[in-house]
């Protein structure tokens, strides 16, 4: 049998313990970090026997995010596989977790055993999702698809972009957070997300994941 380095990152001690308690004893897992933290984790990397191939994180945690930390695991581990667990099935919030590089995204009403297969369909290559959070996926994408030619023309016709509109962008697309974001062009975060409301509006987007698919697009012409 096949098995798989994991790790858990998850603030809530009663649901970390039960995820701990079941997926650590299944034989198709070795769990090398069970933590409470981002910041936990990555220091924790250099501690293990094994780098984690799979990671279960949440959300909401203390201090960075899951969604903000996203690009910090894939640059300390660029193979693992990052399946997040969360309490939120918004639209928003789906979009930016898979913009910045998770594989699934499931909510923590998840059964454990559900869980369990889950994560080795992401082993297999799978992207597993909530049935809600698939539906706001899919709706996303019939709205973008159904916009009406004329509004694809207007946008083209928009104002251009600054230089300084573009270096956001491209952290978006890097999947960074506005906070990463304005560290790195030493900006303030109210200045980050002035430039994203004006990318917003020149690019007639409502989200992130609609600016990474006109960033997509943009590509592929």
């Given at each position: 049998m096949q098995t798989f380095s994991l790790a858990i990152i998850e603030d809530q001690?009663?649901?970390?313990?039960?995820?701990?308690?079941?997926?650590?004893?299944?034989?198709?897992?070795?769990c090398e970090l069970v933590v409470d933290s981002m910041e936990a984790f990555l220091s924790g990397l250099d501690t293990v026997a094994e780098p984690p191939q799979l990671i279960l994180s949440d959300i909401g945690l203390p201090g960075r995010t899951g969604i903000e930390g996203l690009p910090l695991i894939h640059a300390r581990l660029p193979g693992a596989q990052v399946l997040m667990l969360s309490v939120y099935a918004d639209a928003e919030r789906v979009y930016e977790a898979l913009c910045a590089g998770a594989v699934g995204y499931l909510l923590k009403n998840t059964p454990l055993v559900q869980l369990k297969e889950h994560l080795l369909q992401v082993?297999?290559?799978?992207?597993?999702?909530?049935?809600?959070?698939?539906?706001?996926?899919?709706?996303?994408?019939?709205?973008m698809a159904a916009r009406p030619v004329q509004q694809a023309a207007a946008a083209r016709s928009t104002e251009p972009l600054t230089a300084r509109e573009l270096e956001v962008v491209r952290g978006i697309e890097d999947g960074l957070s506005y906070k990463l974001i304005a560290d790195r062009h030493h900006i303030s975060l109210d200045t980050v997300r002035n430039h994203i409301r004006a990318v917003y509006r020149k690019l007639q987007v409502n989200s992130k994941g609609e600016l990474m698919a006109h960033a997509l697009r943009r590509q592929q012409h």
């Open positions: 001690a009663p649901i970390r313990e039960a995820l701990s308690e079941y997926l650590c004893e299944q034989p198709e897992f070795r082993a297999a290559g799978g992207s597993p999702m909530s049935p809600g959070v698939a539906r706001h996926v899919v709706q996303a994408f019939q709205r």
